[in-house]
C-alpha cells in the first residue's frame, strides 16, 4: 500500500505570494492533518480534515486554510506569505477521525519564503 | 487541555551507550502514546506505541512502557548506534473533539562513532 505522498518537496516564494500544497493520504483513511514544523515552535498542528469536513483547526491565522476532496487528498494554502512561513509542512492520515490511531506521515513540504 | 512534556536535547552518546529520553505527559483521558522518530530530511515515521495502561512497546531495540500512575513513557535502548541519530517526539493521541494528538517538542540525538 502506498504510503502518504505530499507534493511538491520543495518550494521557494516570495513574501505576500500564496501557494498551495497537496497531500494524499494512504488508500482508504478519511482523516488528513497538517502540521507545520519550524526549528523554533517544533511541531504545530495546523488543521484536520475528515469526510471534506474541517474538524479541528489549529492557532495559525486565517492566512492558513485548507479543504479536503471526495477522494480524501487534501490542500492547504497559505496567502499574503510571509518570512515566518518558512518551514517544513507535514500531512498526515489516519483511516478514522477522532481517534487515537497512529498517524501516517508524508515526507513533507519544505517552504522557503524569501 | 492535552500536553506532552520530554527532555530537552540535544543528547550526545557514544556508540553501544545506554539511551534514555524521557516522556511525561497530561491528558484528560486514556490516551495511546506514541515515539516518533525523524531523520534528517525525512517526515515522521512511527517508532512504537502502547494503548494502555502497563503495555510495553518496542521495535529496532527501542523500548517503552505505558506507566499511568507517573503518567510517563520514557523511550530506552540498551545499545544505541550511529544510525540512531535522529530526532525523537513523544506523543499522545486521545478521543475527544479537540485536537486528537499532540506531541512533543522532540529530542535530538547524536550517537558517535
Known amino acids: 500500500k502506498a504510503g502518504v505522498t505530499q507534493t511538491p518537496r520543495y518550494l521557494i516564494k516570495t513574501r505576500g505570494q500564496q501557494v498551495t500544497l497537496s497531500c494524499s493520504p494512504i488508500s482508504g483513511h478519511r482523516s488528513v492533518s497538517w502540521y507545520q514544523q519550524t526549528p523554533g515552535q517544533g511541531l504545530q498542528f495546523l488543521f484536520e480534515?475528515?469526510?471534506?469536513?474541517?474538524?479541528n483547526k489549529g492557532n495559525f491565522p486565517g492566512r492558513f486554510s485548507g479543504r479536503q476532496f471526495s477522494n480524501s487528498r487534501s490542500e492547504m494554502n497559505v496567502s499574503t506569505l510571509e518570512l515566518g512561513d518558512s518551514a517544513l509542512y507535514l500531512c498526515a492520515s489516519t483511516p478514522r477521525a477522532g481517534g487515537s490511531d497512529e498517524q501516517y506521515f508524508g515526507p513533507g513540504t519544505r517552504l522557503t519564503v524569501t | 487541555g492535552d500536553s506532552v512534556t520530554q527532555m530537552e536535547g540535544p543528547v550526545t552518546l557514544s556508540e553501544e551507550a545506554f539511551l534514555t529520553i524521557n516522556c511525561t505527559y497530561t491528558a484528560t483521558g486514556y490516551p495511546s502514546l506514541f515515539w516518533y522518530v525523524q531523520y534528517p530530511g525525512e517526515g515522521l515515521q512511527l517508532l512504537l506505541k502502547a494503548t494502555k495502561a502497563d503495555d510495553k512497546g518496542s521495535n529496532k531495540g527501542f523500548e517503552a512502557t505505558y506507566r499511568k500512575e507517573t503518567t510517563s513513557f520514557h523511550l530506552e535502548k540498551g545499545s544505541v548506534q550511529v544510525s540512531d541519530s535522529a530526532v525523537y517526539f513523544c506523543?499522545?493521541?486521545?478521543?475527544?473533539?479537540?485536537?486528537?494528538?499532540?506531541f512533543g517538542p522532540g529530542t535530538r540525538l547524536s550517537v558517535l562513532p
Open positions: 480534515y475528515f469526510s471534506e469536513t474541517q474538524r
Open positions: 506523543a499522545l493521541g486521545e478521543d475527544n473533539y479537540g485536537q486528537n494528538f499532540v
